[in-house]
């Protein structure tokens, strides 16, 4: 609760300062400010327990020499520091080219940050809050780490069209059904903010990491690449809440713009999960990196280029729209190719509602192995909750919503499924025959009745002569009322 308090306080004094424009910007802000403390609290453990460890950060400009005096430098003396030295320096570290140089995290983050307070005043009311919070405290890192992701999930709505955020539920899922394990090479190709590659650390934490070795081969096999600059920003610092030392594996790129055959088999990977933006278009010319599926849509790109990506039994999980279901032309070549070369074994279909407030879309869970020709498909129905007509801000989609779709996925085989009111098999032979079309509806389920066309007629006629009625009335009453 005092994480929380503190953000808040923050984000009030930043609305005071006239530089700061949004919650983009505010967010922002924020980002490399936190993304600052944080580390040099990393650092300032990493001196005491490794022996000639040094900071990424030339002494002059650690959060401890600069920020943490509380009745340090102010109001125009760290206006000019902050623009005039401390951004010039950081953005410019001399990287040294040994692995795991944190230098180029900072120098990467801080590439494509910007000051947009005005005020020295405020930025040293706000530096004085962000000190209070200690991120080498493991409960005060984990209480900021929860309202992080409430952060991520706000800035949502200040994002363009085909940026939304992933319900934490859908993640989680989605990561526990591929069931990553440390050593296994897990890509997200289009990683927004971070929500997929910290479940999938959490996930391995809490089952598999044991030991420091085991922790270090988990964090050398994360890949992750991010095209625009704030999310990259922010899930650079999201990994370090997560203890990860050196988030460098997130690169700030567009992974469409190297040509699909240019990805050679030494970059295959064991896993890919993601949910890549839908609903936008790519810039002119990256569609000829895919001369096969030469399209500009972003989702089926992405899809073309995770078929490719994947080892030999890699597995993927991948969030897609209705649209790429049904779609034809290079969708459906897409599709017969994904079938073709890949099991897809289970969709996942989802309500309209869980992406709510920022979209109102059908989204389907994809999961599939490479190496092996798709025999049949199974769908599962997810549903919203009884008594709850749709998942909304206030009552998102949760990780038990998923406990019976869990419970009939047959464990890591996928043994003993049977057809129920919410599970159906289809056979790639039936796909074929409809033209790969994959918008497939559940057979069990009962086609709502409406009633009967011509007694809804007669009901809706009867309703507007009562409605002009009631209109009529009111205008006799308002004549008199005037007349008096």
């Known amino acids: 609760m005092i994480v929380r308090t503190t953000v808040k306080s923050i984000q009030d004094i930043m609305r005071q300062d006239s530089g700061v424009d949004g919650d983009a910007q505010r967010i922002s802000q924020l980002c490399w400010m936190f993304f600052l403390k944080i580390i040099d609290d990393q650092d300032q453990e990493l001196e005491l327990t490794r022996s000639g460890y040094r900071s990424p950060i030339p002494e002059k400009f650690q959060w ?51 000051n947009y307070m005005k005020s020295g005043h405020l930025i040293r009311q706000v530096i004085n809050k962000i000190d209070e919070i200690d991120f080498n405290n493991l409960d005060e890192r984990r209480h900021f780490g929860e309202f992080y992701e409430q952060l991520l999930n706000s800035l949502q709505s200040a994002g ?43 996930h391995m934490e809490a089952n598999y990491v044991r030991t420091p070795k085991q922790r270090e081969t988990m964090q050398g096999a994360l890949l992750a690449v ?67 599926f030469r399209t500009k849509e972003t989702a089926d790109l992405f899809l073309a280029l995770i078929v490719r990506l994947l080892k030999q039994d890699g597995r993927a999980a991948v969030v897609l729209p209705d649209g790429t279901l049904f779609g034809e032309g290079i969708k459906t070549r897409l599709k017969e190719h994904l079938m073709e070369e890949c099991n897809l074994h289970t969709i996942v279909r989802l309500p309209n509602s869980v992406f709510k407030p920022y979209a109102s879309i059908g989204t389907n869970l994809l999961f599939f192995e490479k190496g092996t020709p798709t025999k049949d498909i199974w769908f599962y129905d997810h549903r919203v909750p009884e008594g709850q007509k749709a998942y909304s801000m206030t009552k998102p989609i949760r990780l038990e919503h998923f406990a019976g779709c869990i419970d009939w996925w047959g464990g890591k085989e996928r043994k003993g499924r049977e057809e129920t009111p919410q599970a159906w098999k289809v056979s790639a032979e039936e796909v074929k025959a409809r033209g790969y079309n994959l918008d497939i509806k559940n057979p069990h389920s009962v086609a709502d009745d409406h009633g009967d066309p011509e007694t809804l007629l007669a009901e809706l006629v009867a309703a507007e002569a009562e409605t002009a009625s009631y209109r009529d009335q009111l205008k006799a009453i308002l004549a008199e009322a005037l007349a008096r």
């Open 64 to 114: 401890r020499s600069w920020a943490a005096d509380l009745e340090g430098m102010t109001g125009d003396a760290l206006l000019a520091f902050v623009n005039g030295e401390l951004f010039p320096a950081l953005k410019s570290l001399q990287l040294t080219g040994q692995p795991g140089d944190r230098r180029r995290v900072v120098r990467d983050l801080f590439e494509d940050a910007f």
């Open 226 to 292: 991010e095209k625009k600059q704030l999310p990259h920003m922010l899930c650079v610092t999201n990994m370090l809440l997560h203890g990860i030392e050196d988030p460098s594996f997130v690169r700030h790129d567009n992974t469409l713009a190297r040509p699909l055959i240019s990805w050679s088999k030494d970059e295959r990977v064991d896993i890919v999960v993601t949910n890549p933006p839908f609903g936008g278009k790519e810039e002119d010319g990256i569609e000829n990196n895919f001369p096969t």
């Open 160 to 202: 363009n069209a085909g940026e939304f955020y992933t319900p934490r539920a859908v993640t989680a899922f989605l990561v526990d059904r591929i069931d990553p394990h440390p050593g296994e090479i897990l890509f997200d190709p289009a990683c927004g903010t971070g929500g997929f590659l910290s479940c999938a650390i959490n």
